[in-house]
């Protein structure tokens, strides 16, 4: 079965040699999608002093962005938020941030509730705190 791929200059660029998402059939894959502004490749929400050390950090910036960068990619592919089906978050700190996550989550998904799985893991591969990855069935 033939899949094709998608890419918009509308999300953050990829950080590696992979599409924004890809659609075999009825079903789309999103790549792992950051909190990263499309237009300055900034995070959201973080702000680090010229010795790298965080001078502000605001994790809910990060999740209203990521969220913001995921409905980019699922328009540009031909998707909608509500075609969402599987999420899986990936928090590099899970005790500090899951809760706030939850909480804003609830907020998105309050109409479509996707299967979800969330995953503590030490590092991403940009200075972000939250990266999602997500599977769509268009209709």
């Known amino acids: 079965m033939a899949s094709e791929k998608f890419d918009t200059d509308k999300a953050p660029k990829p950080v590696g040699l992979y599409p924004h998402a890809r659609r075999v059939g009825n079903l789309l894959f999103l790549s792992g999608i950051g909190p990263r502004d499309p237009e300055t490749d900034g995070v959201p929400g973080l702000v680090r002093s010229a010795a790298g050390n965080y001078t502000e950090f605001d994790f809910e910036a990060q999740v209203h962005s990521v969220f913001r960068n995921v409905r980019t990619v699922l328009e540009a592919s031909g998707a909608r938020w509500e075609d969402l089906v599987d999420v899986t978050v990936f928090l590099t700190h899970m005790e500090r941030d899951f809760h706030t996550f939850n909480r804003l989550y609830a907020e998105y998904f309050k109409d479509n509730q996707p299967c979800r799985t969330t995953v503590g893991i030490d590092r991403?591969?940009?200075?972000?705190?939250?990266?999602?990855?997500?599977?769509?069935?268009?209709?």
């Open 124 to 139: 991403l591969p940009t200075p972000i705190a939250i990266e999602l990855k997500c599977m769509a069935v268009i209709s």
